[in-house]
């Protein structure tokens, strides 16, 4: 058998083939069953940044300067 070459890769670098040659395989799960907990414990994050989506819907300054880091974290590159 032809030895593999083993390098480390992003999550979103594998391919489907490649899942397969190492016997990974994906299944989705509840979080509750994922983390084998009755409850999950509560965000400790302020509920407006859970709520809103837009800098312009917060009401607070400090989560509408935090809005656009997060658009820019999310962009690959």
Do not use: C
Not at 20 to 45: K, R
Not at 52 to 58: P, V, W
């Amino acid at each position: 058998m032809a030895n593999l070459i083993r390098s480390a890769k992003s999550g979103s670098d594998w391919t489907l083939n490649e899942l397969d040659s190492y016997h990974i395989s994906l299944y989705q799960v509840d979080p509750l069953t994922f983390f084998g907990a009755p409850e999950l414990p509560q965000p400790l994050v302020d509920q407006e940044l859970l709520s809103n989506i837009n800098a312009g819907a917060m009401q607070q300054d400090r989560h509408a300067e935090l809005i656009p880091y997060l658009d820019l974290a999310m962009k690959p590159g």
